[in-house]
């Protein structure tokens, strides 16, 4: 998909009734933008060909956010959907009482805002410098009508979300604390497709209250679990925390205990 504008013309088909069209969209975004997306081939934009992207591409608003931005409110009105080309955001709610919980983090080629309702539900932030692709949904609605891959895709995003939302709900309900962080840092180096070694430290842009409060644990737990990892030699903790897993037959298998 596009970091940039949309390359649009205003064309008059009378005095009262102007209506927008793309011009030369294959030719001015794919080569240079889309084409060069991290989320091109993976995603939504996996299921269109090269020569049909740039019907997605005219629906596409190119926007950034720096670090703390958000750019999804909880309560709002649901009217666009994000597809997340690079750098990674968490998903949250806050109680009334102050207290918030984390229910994911995306990152690039992620669709966010699949909103059953006409509000969002939760709040998105960036926790890094994040380039997006804004689609409104009417717009992209019409998209779907010419190519049904994209609304199957859609689905089959959706129905992933669902099965994240499972492991979840066994992750928060079922899990000890080190069963906790072995089962996020497993997936997230699937995520990332890290390859497990001493010297391949995994990139964690969430910080230790965000795993906290996505793990359903404590701060001080979230370290005593990761300090015990360590000591079982399952991972290296290095300057700044950055994590590496040593053994991830080990670490997978302690993520998947019987519970």
Known sequence: MPVGRRDLSLVVVNEQAPRRTSINLMDAIMPGLCAGCEARHIGLCAALDDED???LASVARSQSFSRSETFIVEGDDARYFYNINHGTCKLYKDLADGRRQITGFVGVGDFVGLAAHDHYVFTAEALEDVKLCRFDRRELRAVFSRFPALERQL???ASHELVVAQDQMLLLGRKTAIERIASFLVAWSHREGCVASASGALDLPMSRADL????????ETVSRALTSLKRQNLIDIGAHHAISIIDAGRLGHLSNADI
């Open 155 to 157: 689905l089959a995003i």
């Open 212 to 219: 906290a409060d996505y793990l359903g644990l404590t701060i």
């Open 53 to 55: 992207l740039h019907f």
